[in-house]
């Protein structure tokens, strides 16, 4: 399955999104239940 899904998040919710323990095991779930054929995460310049 190919997809793409482009996400902007401000900084300040970004930056507490990251402070959580469980940030990378939920993205890794969450990835695991798309099925991609492949993943590439980007990440910019945080807006305010």
């Known amino acids: 399955m190919k997809f793409l899904i482009r ?3 401000p900084t300040a919710q970004g930056n507490e999104m990251v402070k959580d323990p ?3 095991k939920n993205m890794e779930d969450h990835i695991k239940v798309q ?12 807006t305010e």
């Open 35 to 46: 099925m991609p054929n492949q993943h590439i995460l980007l990440f910019t310049k945080g």
């Open 22 to 24: 469980n940030f990378l």
């Open 7 to 9: 996400v902007s998040i």
